[in-house]
């Protein structure tokens, strides 16, 4: 299982980014999909998710700004992250696990800078 996540950068606060993370040797649309981040310092938080139902959950810091989305075609997912803030800094990483074997699967980091 490889996940690979892309999209970050160096955005000003208050513009937009989308990352997205595109699997292979699992499948996005029956797992438990979701974003995380790491800021310097800080522990690992959970951003937004896919739980295996298809409901969405997001972390009370994100809500209204950020949209976790996927496409079952290409089986990748997506996080829309709009209105971002200084705050949102972070190194980004996508998580899923595999609905059939409980093994769960990081993929590499993307890095989101929000700065003026």
């Known amino acids: 299982v490889q996940l690979q996540a892309s999209g970050g950068g160096l955005v000003q606060p208050g513009g937009s980014l989308r990352l997205s993370c595109a699997a292979s040797?699992?499948?996005?649309?029956?797992?438990?999909v979701g974003w995380y981040r790491q800021a310097p310092g800080n522990q690992r938080e959970l951003v937004a998710a896919?739980?295996?139902?298809?409901?969405?959950t997001y972390a009370d810091s994100v809500k209204g700004r950020f949209t976790i989305s996927r496409d079952n075609a290409k089986n990748t997912v997506y996080l829309q992250m709009n209105s971002l803030k200084p705050e949102d800094t972070a190194l980004y990483y996508c998580?899923?696990?595999?609905?059939?074997?409980?093994?769960?699967?990081w993929g590499s980091g993307t890095q989101v800078t929000v700065s003026s």
């Open positions: 998580n899923t696990t595999d609905y059939y074997s409980g093994y769960a699967y």
């Open positions: 040797g699992t499948i996005f649309s029956i797992n438990a």
């Open positions: 896919f739980t295996t139902a298809g409901t969405t």
